[in-house]
Structures are given as structure tokens and as C-alpha cells.
């Protein structure tokens, strides 16, 4: 494959801190790439330098000339807000083709799942979800050789989620550079990772579960061989020392030359050592206490509206969770999960609601979405110690264990990254240790590793849950009941498959798709296919991926499961 770009010896220094230093990486044509590494490693900082809006201290980034970069922007720009979608797309093409190319525009967002109808509607009347797709489209409808992707998940629906991933698995050609903590996302859509640590990168040709198999084998014969070079440096090291004294000792030049050569040795192998990984130097911990009775909390009778009380969204008839249960409410965005979840959150904190029945001796830990409780200019300290009653020194060791430096204490909280309040706030969950966590969209501001983490100790907690995520993995690794909002109605599903399937499936129902018109339902049948498609590669991952987990981590009932959905797929296909 023709390469498209080269990075050499790249070294870049962001604000006194390292973050590249002799970094090397090659794009070559036809490369999906699914760029990850922790909070802070730099994955946006090296988006910048390849787009050329940052320029490297030392090193270069060599380009085929004319190279057509597209790259999706993060946020929608406020002049695009008020723009049409159509026209949004259409600004980024020169101003004497764009009546020429409109038909362009409108295939390409038939293609990420916009009706006709929403081409007019303005970028700030859409979802979070489709604003990103719209922001995809302004970047591929230049045809980029290459194309560059922070995030473009972020904040997005399952709905928008499936069709972003239709898209990237459609365009088999393209070349692309994607940042993502998705790792379903990363699995289905690229064919090689490349991992930011230690200031370089670890490139892998192969997808993101795979690739960090690879990646922990590495690890540990690294971490083998430093064993043993540390072995042999200490072993020759301790020969010269003593040879130098008995050269000394005993006024012999032939030992003293001997502990020279020797000590010459100790030089070489210092600079040939093994270099081992120094991690994130972030740890993810949650403690919490078990709750020992039958239910944890009730819903009866629940009827859920809007805070202005104008929009009914859903009605419960009989819900309970019980101790140890992890809950995954599943809805399509504007159902009410979010709602729901405040909702909740309200009747605890007022007893004198009677909707929703709770264990007395519940404690309730709640994270939002949005991290709202860090909209003040507290420093770290201040602000766990002004939720919890435990002594200051006990609240100074535990933000040291979490990766937080003393002179970081004072730092003030509406001023950290998303990744570092989420960690806060799950410091603080380890210190309240509630029984009851209600974690709306826990995943959105956690790098991979720590998306990890957070399913372990989620796991091992014991503590009961209901989670709402855009993260498919995340919930499937830890969800054991499933509540879904369908049809206005709260309900208790078996399993998350139904809901997956069957997303969007108003909209295709919907007039401008009616049986009548022969082309529509014959477009209907295409994306049906696809879907079907899509669904077949995914489950085929889906089961590879278990299979090549540790045996005690594996999911027979699920596999079985899998393969019985595999066939009845194959068999709609034939």
C-alpha cells in the first residue's frame, strides 16, 4: 500500500509537558486507524500537528503533496446553528458548485440516516447525535484521501451511533485516523490501533480487542526481559565494584583494567535496558456497601412527565430492583431515560413522595451526564470535603492514590477536563460507599482504560445500579436485567438484542417510507439488508472477542445466544 503520510521523530511539548518525544508512525492507504491511550496522553494535540494546526519543536510530518485532509470538527461552529443541514454541508463546497453538487449533499446524508424532511431543519433543532454526523458529512463531502476523527461518538445515540458505524464499514476505501473510547466503535470499524503512551506509539494491524491483547503479551515479555537485564546489569555491576576494590586491595592494574571493561559494560547495557510501560498513573477504585434485603427500591404506578410537567413521556406499572441487581435502562434519545433517572433521584431525597418505594436503609450515589456538580470554583480538596465526613488527612491520602500531585489540591474544579471530574467523582463514590449508584452516561469523559477499570470494580462491587450508555460493550459487560422505555411503557426486557434491532424502525415506518411507493421500499429493503449485514459482522466479533477472553470471563449462555441470532440472520439473508 502507497503510504499517505509519515511521522518522524516527532517531539512536542505542550505547557512544560512532554508529550511526544521521538514518535514515529506511517499511514498508509487504506488504513482505518483507531488511535487510543489514556486522559492526557495527547491523542487530540497529535490530530492538531497532523492537520497542520500545530507545528512540531522537532521532527516533521512528510505529505504527498496536494493531500486532501477532512477532518470532523468537535463542536458545531455558532454561525452553522442557525444554518439549514443542507446548507451547512453545501458552505464547505466552492460557491459555483454548489447548485451543481446539491444532489452530492443529499445523497451523502441519505447515506447517515437523514430524511428529507430534516435537510431543512437547522443544525441546532437536531440531536447532539446528528449534529455529528452533520459535522462527518462537512468533512467527507470534499472526498478526503484522508480523514481525521476526534470523538465523533461523543454525546451521540445508539441510533446515530448505528448509523455512523454503517457508514465507515460502507466506505471500504477510505483512509482514516479515528480517536475513540468506543470500543465497539473501534472493533467494527478499524483495522489497525495504534496506542499513545510514553510519548510514542504502539501500532498494531489489528482491531482495538485484539490489538490490546497483543499489547498486554508485549507488556509482559517486556516486563520479563527487564527482569532479566536488571539481572545480568546488577550481576556485572556488583563483579566490577569488587574487582575494582581488589585491584586497589592489592595494587593490581590487570584487575583494575578488568573492573574498567567491566564498568564499560554496565554503560552499554544501561542504554540497550527494555523499556517497560509507566502506565496512566491513574487507578479507578470504587468501594461501596452491600445492601442485605429483598428490594432496594419499587416502582408502582410511576408516570414520568417533563419538568414542566406539559409532556407525558412514560407510564411504569410494577418495577423492583433488588440488592446486587446492575440495571440497564435502554430508550432511544427523548424517551425519558434521563428523566427517569431524576426522577428517582428526586423521591429519595424527598420523603414526602410516595411513587417510588425505597429500602430505608438505602444510600443513593448519583452521576450525571453532564458532571453539573462541578459548576463551582472549589478547589479538589474543598469540594470532597464538603461531601463527605471523614478527616481531612483521609481525604488528602485518597486524592493521592488517585493519581492527584499535592500542589494540584487547590486546583479548582470547574476548571479539569471531563476525564478528570469523572474520576473525582467516582473518589467520591468510593468514600460515600453507597449502595444504591443511578449513573447516567457514566462512560462519556473515561478513556478506554478507565472504561475498564470501572467494569471491574462495577462488577465486583456488589452494589446495585441503573446505568444508562451509548456504550454497547459497556453495558453488555456489565448489565444483568435490562429496563427499556417502549412504546411510553417502562418494562423489563431479557436482553438488550430486541432493542438494538428494532432501533429506528419508527422512522423507517414512517409516510415518506409508506409500501406504496415502489423505489422507497425498495430503499427500505437495501437498508434492511444492510442492517442485517452490519448486525452479522458485529455478532461474528461480538463472539470472536469472548472466545478470546480468559475462561472464567467468557459468556456461554451469551455465545449460544449469538450464534442462534448468527442463524436466524443467515437464514432471513437466504
Known amino acids: 500500500m502507497s503510504s499517505i503520510l509519515q511521522i518522524k521523530n516527532l517531539r512536542f511539548t505542550q505547557q512544560s509537558k512532554p508529550l511526544f518525544s521521538n514518535l514515529n508512525l506511517a499511514i498508509s492507504s487504506g488504513d482505518k486507524i483507531g488511535l487510543v491511550g489514556h486522559n492526557g496522553s495527547g491523542k487530540s494535540t497529535l490530530l492538531s500537528l497532523l492537520n497542520r494546526q500545530l507545528t512540531p519543536d522537532e521532527g516533521e510530518i512528510v505529505y504527498p503533496r496536494g493531500l486532501q485532509f477532512g477532518l470532523v470538527e468537535q463542536f458545531v461552529a455558532e454561525h452553522l446553528r442557525w444554518q439549514s443541514l443542507e446548507q ?147 550481576r556485572v555491576k556488583a563483579s566490577a565494584k569488587r574487582l575494582a576494590l ?99 433521584i428526586a423521591e429519595y431525597a424527598d420523603p414526602e413522595l410516595k411513587t417510588i418505594r425505597f429500602n430505608p436503609n438505602v444510600a443513593l450515589t448519583y452521576y450525571d451526564q453532564e458532571l453539573q456538580q462541578f459548576d463551582e470554583m472549589l478547589g479538589r480538596f474543598d469540594w470532597v470535603r464538603n461531601r463527605v465526613k471523614i478527616p481531612d488527612d483521609a481525604i488528602k491520602r485518597a486524592l493521592i492514590q488517585s493519581g492527584v500531585a499535592y500542589q494540584d489540591f487547590e486546583q479548582p474544579v470547574n476548571q479539569l477536563s471531563g476525564g478528570e471530574k469523572a474520576r473525582l467523582m467516582f473518589l467520591l463514590i468510593r468514600l460515600v460507599k453507597p449502595n444504591l449508584m443511578i449513573l447516567d452516561e457514566p462512560t462519556n469523559h473515561i478513556d478506554l482504560e478507565g472504561r475498564e477499570q470501572l467494569e471491574e470494580q462495577l462488577i465486583s462491587s456488589g452494589t446495585t445500579l441503573i446505568v444508562t450508555s451509548h456504550d454497547r460493550r459497556f453495558l453488555e459487560n456489565i448489565a444483568t436485567r435490562f429496563w427499556l422505555i417502549r412504546n411510553g411503557m417502562l418494562v423489563e426486557d431479557l436482553s438488550m438484542d430486541s432493542f438494538y434491532q428494532n432501533l429506528g424502525n419508527d422512522r423507517q415506518n414512517s409516510p415518506e417510507k409508506s409500501p406504496g411507493n415502489s423505489s422507497n421500499a425498495i430503499q427500505t429493503d437495501k437498508t434492511l439488508e444492510d442492517d442485517i449485514l452490519v448486525r452479522i459482522e458485529y455478532l461474528e466479533k461480538l463472539i470472536q472477542a469472548d472466545e478470546e477472553r480468559k475462561l472464567k470471563f467468557q459468556k456461554p449462555d451469551k455465545q449460544r445466544q449469538w450464534q442462534k441470532e448468527l442463524a436466524a440472520l443467515w437464514q432471513q439473508l437466504d
Open 88 to 234: 451547512a454541508i453545501l458552505e464547505v463546497l466552492p460557491q459555483q458548485s454548489q447548485e451543481m453538487d446539491l444532489y452530492k449533499v443529499q445523497t451523502l446524508l441519505n447515506s447517515l440516516g437523514f430524511s428529507e424532511m430534516q435537510f431543512r431543519l437547522n443544525l441546532n433543532d437536531l440531536s447532539g447525535g446528528q449534529q455529528n454526523l452533520a459535522l462527518l458529512a462537512r468533512a467527507m463531502i470534499v472526498e478526503p484521501e484522508l480523514l481525521l476523527m476526534d470523538e465523533p461518538s461523543n454525546h451521540m445515540d445508539v441510533l446515530a451511533l448505528k448509523h455512523l458505524k454503517r457508514y465507515l464499514l460502507s466506505h471500504r476505501n477510505l483512509s482514516y485516523l479515528l480517536i475513540s473510547h468506543d470500543r465497539d466503535l473501534l472493533d467494527s470499524s478499524c483495522n489497525r490501533t495504534c496506542f499513545l503512551r510514553d510519548l510514542k506509539v504502539m501500532s498494531f494491524d489489528l482491531p482495538y480487542a485484539k490489538a490490546r491483547i497483543a499489547l498486554e503479551e508485549h507488556d509482559k515479555t517486556a516486563a520479563h526481559r527487564r527482569r532479566q537485564e536488571e539481572r545480568e546489569l546488577n
Open 246 to 344: 581488589w585491584g586497589k586491595t592489592f595494587d593490581n592494574s590487570k584487575l583494575s583494567r578488568k573492573a574498567k571493561s567491566m564498568e564499560k559494560r554496565v554503560e552499554k547495557l544501561e542504554q540497550k535496558i527494555t523499556e517497560v510501560t509507566r502506565g496512566s498513573g491513574l487507578n479507578l477504585d470504587l468501594e461501596t456497601d452491600n445492601l442485605n434485603s429483598k428490594t432496594v427500591l419499587t416502582l408502582e404506578g410511576l408516570s414520568v412527565h417533563t419538568l414542566d410537567q406539559q409532556v407525558h413521556l412514560l407510564d411504569c406499572e410494577f418495577l423492583v430492583a433488588r440488592p446486587g441487581d446492575r440495571i440497564a435502562l435502554l430508550g432511544e434519545n427523548g424517551t425519558g431515560k434521563s428523566t427517569t433517572l431524576n426522577r428517582i
